[in-house]
């Protein structure tokens, strides 16, 4: 059988760092998954939050396929159109005036914490300054981004790591405050915590943490890599709220489904941190990356994609809590527009899987949360097809 013959090579020879589920994915069309059996799923995972535009866009695939053909990479050693265009729209979309691009999140976050740590260098005079972050957050896998990642379980095999990094309750400023001290050079947080648990900023807690960040010249780094690029319905997460960061990491859907990150600084940051030869990356920012974030951001405008997702969420929130009222297994309802969980008492990867049977992808958080990162581009009727295929599947359980 070809499905398992797939799946047992993938097992013997890639690393086993992942349980993944018994699926061999073929194609994708539009917010649909076909399997090489055949089978047909509704994705409301995106592949964690990246294919936001959903699967075959016409448009950025023809980008993306004429840069193939023109130049995929020159390195950063020379000048280039696309990533020049990208930059371009980038920064104004983010309100901010410098970008950095990366091949991952996990280097943006990376690139954000070397950047947060040169300007208070540059201001200082002197190195050692410590960076605070959230319990139950994530930010990534390497090194540098496995330290500033609240999780005990991710971390520890893997000590000594980064020196100088406190944790704080997300949403409790006073912990925050709490871990305050001279050598603080940033605080950083994810606008709605992903992995941890679908768990949004409180108004007061991000407002309280901005004025923190002033009084103390400190920095504001927030992590919207999940929760940005109009997944909650702006086109950050932070617009909602009216509080600007310093630094900020994006990644998955910037791309769409080409591999790329960045971080982006105010100008008054970016003067006073990184200069040539402080950071670097070979394959970051290459033509490649460069037509597809340019053409991401294109299409994220004229469709004015983040309205569309916040009209949805809304529709979503309301089909939701439709099902919180009908099963008692559902605690709550958590999440800001594209970006849901729901908190479950009974075993969330039992459901996962009984979603699948049901042709519905959907994937967990922490916590026992089952998690939904649609496809921006996804119309009521899709929600209501997901609606009626989780509802059979809890009725299983
Ligand atoms: C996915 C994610 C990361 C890591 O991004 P990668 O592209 O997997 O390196 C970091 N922070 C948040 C909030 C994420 O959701």
């Known amino acids: 059988m070809e499905k398992q013959n797939l799946m047992d090579r993938a097992k013997q020879h890639l690393l086993h760092t992942y349980n993944r589920y018994p699926i061999v994915l073929e194609r994708g069309e539009g917010v649909y998954l076909y399997d090489v059996e055949g089978n047909k799923y509704l994705d409301f995972a995106a592949g964690i939050a990246v294919q936001s535009l959903g699967y075959g866009n016409r448009e950025l695939n023809e980008a993306v396929k004429k840069q193939v053909d023109t130049l995929t990479h020159t390195s950063n050693l020379f000048y280039n159109e696309p990533i020049a265009r990208a930059a371009e729209r980038a920064v104004k979309a983010a309100g901010m005036e410098r970008v950095f691009f990366t091949n991952s999140g996990t280097e943006a976050i990376e690139g954000a914490i070397k950047a947060a ?37 991710y971390q520890e095999p893997f000590g000594p790591l980064l020196p100088g990094v406190r944790f704080a309750r997300f949403n409790d400023l006073d912990s925050v405050k709490e871990q305050i001290n001279e050598k603080t050079c940033a605080i950083l947080l994810e606008t709605v915590q992903g992995e941890g648990g679908i768990y949004p900023a409180k108004t007061e807690f991000l407002e309280g943490i901005r004025r923190l960040c002033d009084a103390h010249d400190i920095l504001l780094i927030l992590d919207e890599i999940q929760c940005g690029m109009g997944r909650t319905g702006a086109m950050f997460a932070w617009q909602h709220y009216g509080v600007k960061p310093d630094i900020m990491a994006c990644a998955k859907a910037i791309g769409c489904g080409v591999p790329v990150g960045a971080f982006f600084l105010t100008e008054q940051v970016a003067q006073k941190s990184l200069a040539p030869g402080d950071h670097g990356t070979t394959y970051g920012g290459n033509p490649l990356v460069g037509a597809a974030v340019d053409k991401v951001f294109e299409i994220f405008e004229r469709e004015d994609i983040p309205g569309h997702a916040q009209r949805m969420g809304e529709y979503l929130e309301q089909k939701l809590e439709e099902l919180v009222r009908e099963f008692a297994c559902i605690k709550v309802r958590r999440g800001m527009g594209l970006m849901q969980g729901l908190v479950l008492e009974v075993p969330v990867g039992q459901v996962v899987k009984l979603c699948q049977e049901e042709g519905l992808i959907v994937i967990t958080a922490g916590g026992n949360v089952l998690r939904m990162v649609p496809p921006l581009v996804i119309e009521k009727e899709h929600i209501d097809e997901m609606a009626e295929k989780l509802r059979k599947a809890l009725q299983q359980m």
């Open 117 to 153: 740590k040169k300007y208070a260098y540059t201001r200082d005079g002197h190195s050692g300054h410590e960076i605070i972050a959230m319990e139950q957050s994530f930010h990534g896998r390497s090194l540098g981004a496995l330290s500033v990642t609240g999780n005990v379980r």
